[in-house]
């Protein structure tokens, strides 16, 4: 079993639309990271959580430690959206980024 | 905006050859680390580095792997001696302490192994 799962994998969505993408571990974690892929490959980090909530610009980000969960919210979503978004955890011990990856969430915003 | 600078872009070697794949990081950062992502698949850890040598690496950083901060500003992969299976994208990311820090990412080194 993957130590980090995300759902949807893939999901389409209508421009202007709001978007969920989850993520679900299943270790004891310092840290949640969401990054994003873009379609040449450059990796961006876009949030890190150890609590709560963050949001930038029309990115919302919100962790649930209790239920080992988090999710990402993109609001008014745009085609420029369109990547790979991936969630990542520091589990507790080991190195500052030694993360776990999950296998991403293939976004496309269709205008 | 300060950013993780890769060199190449795109790497084509043939199997049993050496590379490396270098890796400026952001110039107050002290702890770096590698990644790679197969093609298809998620991507892995494997190492991070801080005060001039690893503080952890992963399984798949055997002894083919090396790491090297040569200059100060620096920050290289060294695979000995190639296999097909090495063929991925490797990334650095460099991050400012330990702690809870936000890491930046490089764009990433295509490596393909023929």
């Known amino acids: 079993k993957n130590e980090v799962e995300q759902s949807p994998q893939n999901l389409t969505a209508q421009e202007g639309e709001f978007i969920t993408i989850n993520c679900s571990y299943s270790?004891?974690?310092?840290?949640l990271h969401w990054l994003q892929q873009h379609p040449g490959g450059g990796i961006v980090s876009l949030f890190m959580?150890?609590?709560g909530k963050k949001k930038h610009g029309r990115l919302i980000a919100t962790i649930n430690i209790q239920e080992k969960h988090s999710s990402l919210h993109i609001t008014a979503s745009h085609p420029r959206d369109s990547a790979v978004y991936i969630c990542?955890?520091?589990?507790?011990?080991?190195?500052?980024?030694?993360?776990?990856f999950g296998k991403g969430t293939k976004l496309s915003v269709k205008p | 905006e300060p950013e993780v600078t890769q060199t190449p872009s795109h790497q084509v070697t043939q199997m049993g050859q050496e590379v490396i794949l270098r890796c400026v990081p952001i110039?107050?950062?002290?702890?770096f680390y590698w990644y790679r992502q197969i093609l298809g698949q998620k991507v892995e850890f494997l190492v991070s580095?801080?005060?001039?040598?690893?503080?952890?690496k992963s399984e798949i950083f055997d002894d083919q792997f090396s790491v090297e901060r040569p200059d100060g500003s620096n920050f290289t992969l060294k695979i000995r001696s190639t296999k097909l299976e090495d063929s991925a994208m490797y990334f650095c990311?460099?991050?400012?302490?330990?702690?809870?820090?936000?890491?930046?990412f490089g764009q990433g080194t295509r490596l393909t192994v023929v």
């Open positions: 990311a460099s991050s400012t302490g330990a702690g809870v820090r936000e890491a930046f």
């Open positions: 270790v004891g974690i310092s840290a």
């Open positions: 959580l150890s609590s």
């Open positions: 990542a955890v520091k589990n507790y011990g080991g190195s500052q980024g030694n993360l776990i």
């Open positions: 110039s107050n950062h002290l702890y």
């Open positions: 580095f801080y005060n001039n040598e690893i503080s952890e």
